[in-house]
């Protein structure tokens, strides 16, 4: 999925790729909006946005793998001759 949008044939939505930026910039960040050495409660926002994060790729993936099957059912019918010059096809 990131060689294809590298490459301009997978376009992931601007808004989906900042949050995913954003979440690997608080998790590098040591400081927290509650800070993890408050027992317990100090691990709810990180939670929180590990689980949002993983349902915002869980869907990104499963529309590019949708996309991705299209485009080799296109290429395999020969609709598409140049969907597989460039990308690998899993």
């Not at 301009?8 to 400081?31: G, S």
């Not at 485009?71 to 019918?77: I, R």
């Amino acid at each position: 999925m990131v060689e294809m949008h590298y490459k301009k044939k997978w376009i992931m939505d601007p808004m989906e790729l900042a949050v995913v930026v954003a979440y690997l910039i608080y998790v590098a960040n040591p400081v927290d909006a509650i800070p993890d050495a408050t027992p317990i409660v100090g691990y709810i926002d990180d939670l929180a946005i590990v689980n949002t994060t993983i349902d915002l790729v869980r869907v990104n993936m499963t529309r590019f793998l949708n996309w991705k099957e299209q485009k080799l059912t296109l290429f395999e019918a020969g609709k598409d001759e140049n969907c597989c010059e460039k990308c690998t096809i899993m």
